[in-house]
């Protein structure tokens, strides 16, 4: 993952999410991450709650490029540097 963090203040650094919960689900299920998208944090909020954390975080949704290498990466460190489920 490559993102542009030099020399900026906890403040300026772009904050992540990625849903994955279900668009009607009651609850939002998300990652959160502050400035490096690969560290993140599993957060489950009420709906109106998780719109106004948004708001209030000025967040960035994770595009499918950034999933993928995330979600690569993670196999490789659970299941081994081939990055291969057995």
Sequence with gaps: MNTQTTNKTFD????YIRVRSEPGDQFVEFDFAIGYPE???ELVL?????????????VVHMDSEMIRE???DMVKWRFGEQGQRF
């Design 39 to 41: 560290l993140f944090v």
């Design 46 to 58: 009420p709906r109106a709650a998780f719109e106004i954390f948004c708001r209030h975080n000025h």
């Design 12 to 15: 300026e650094f772009t904050r």
């Design 70 to 72: 995330i979600d690569e």
